[in-house]
Antibody, heavy 118, light 108 residues
């Protein structure tokens, strides 16, 4: 069973860039689509965007001008960058792997809390 | 964007009771592109149902999904103690992917 682990700074200053990595335990990066989601405390889930192992990208229009995703197959990692962050970007961020059975996500990381504060 | 509205917001039930959770979409969603997730505090979402009615691997058969078009339902036939959690409906028919606001199933 593949394991996903998000990592990155837990505290980011307003107007700066949030950078997270998702480490994948096997060599499946090239074979799947990977998405980032987030969840503010006590609130629901929000999809940020997805990237395939070959670099096909689809972002949520709500983030389109601020988000960048990439894959690094040499490191088995998927990365997320979100620019010009504000307090509204404070959330738990999850990476997830798309299922082989459809465009839903059946493998999730445990999530990492990012707080935007000065 | 397809907006998903879940009801009720909170469901207070006792173990052994039946739970019925609803999700209404702002526009028709292809059933093959509809899912339900369970989330417990401090944990990532867990896939329960995809394709509106197919249980994910390892999901007990007390969980069932149904529905089509704009109205979908998750039923838990007999609540076990480990079923008390928040449940989210989710559509992946198009972009952006969207989720409902969640139904909290709490112990009465």
């Amino acid at each position: 069973q593949v394991q996903l682990q998000e990592s990155g700074p837990g505290l980011v200053k307003p107007s700066e860039t949030l950078s997270l990595s998702c480490s994948v335990s096997d060599d499946s990066i090239s074979d799947y689509y990977w998405s980032w989601f987030r969840q503010p405390a006590g609130k629901g889930l929000e999809w940020i965007g997805r990237i395939s192992g070959s670099g096909n990208i689809n972002y949520n229009p709500s983030f389109k001008s601020r988000v960048d995703m990439s894959v690094d197959m040499s490191k088995n990692q998927v990365s997320l960058k979100l620019t010009s962050v504000t307090a509204a970007d404070t959330a738990v961020y999850y990476c997830a792997r798309r299922s082989t059975s459809g465009w839903f996500y059946d493998h999730w990381g445990q999530g990492t809390l990012v707080t935007v504060s000065s | 964007e397809t907006v998903l509205t879940q009801s009720p917001g909170t469901l207070s039930l006792s173990p052994g009771e039946r739970a019925t959770l609803s999700c209404r979409a702002s526009q028709s969603v292809d059933s093959i592109s509809f899912a339900w997730y369970q989330q417990k505090p401090g944990q990532a979402p867990r896939l329960l149902i995809y394709g509106a009615s197919t249980r994910a691997t390892g999901v007990p058969d007390r969980f069932s999904g149904s529905g089509s078009g704009t109205d979908f339902t998750l039923t838990i036939s007999r609540l076990e103690p480990e079923d008390f959690a928040v449940y989210y409906c989710h559509q992946y028919a198009g972009s952006p992917l969207t989720f409902g606001g969640g139904t909290n199933v709490e112990i009465k």
